[in-house]
């Protein structure tokens, strides 16, 4: 059995209810045909690149699966069929990705570049302004000899 990694884009106008619902009746279908499902997340809605079906947002989940690739094109199937999917993607993966773009997608401390730069940068911005300065100096100087 392989292991697929599953993203849905659903309908944004879908209630909360109602995607718990389909979250529920996709787990009982992927279940009966002996399909694992290893993790689900919901991602919520984001804005789409391009509009599709008129919607400028999709609801977003994430499955990650372990199934044979029969279950899984069964599954697709089944999904192009559904009103609520507006667009799917199953991906296979290998073993240890998953726990890769689980460490990717942790939240890492941001700062902002304004407030705090390394003393290498510092030295490189410094270095670079001198240089352009000893060339403005060098221009000047060329266009007075002329």
Do not use: C
């Not at 809605?45 to 069964?74: H, V």
């Not at 730069?117 to 302004?129: F, N, R």
């Amino acid at each position: 059995m392989r292991t697929y990694e599953t993203m849905l884009v659903l309908d944004p106008e879908m209630s909360k209810e109602h995607v718990e619902e389909f979250v529920d009746k996709l787990k009982k279908f992927l279940g009966d045909r002996g399909v694992e499902i290893l993790k689900v997340e919901e991602w919520g809605a984001r804005p789409l690149a391009y509009e599709i079906k008129k919607k400028k947002k999709g609801f977003y989940l994430l499955f990650y699966l372990k199934g044979d690739a029969a279950l899984i094109s069964e599954m697709e199937r089944s999904l192009r069929l559904m009103e609520e999917v507006l667009r799917y993607l199953t991906v296979k993966k290998e073993e240890g990705d998953i726990e890769a773009s689980q460490q990717r997608r942790e939240p890492e401390q941001e700062e902002k570049p304004e407030e705090k730069k390394g003393a290498e940068e510092e030295a490189v911005e410094e270095e670079i302004a001198e240089e352009e300065t000893a060339e403005n100096e060098e221009s000047d100087a060329a266009a007075e000899a002329e």
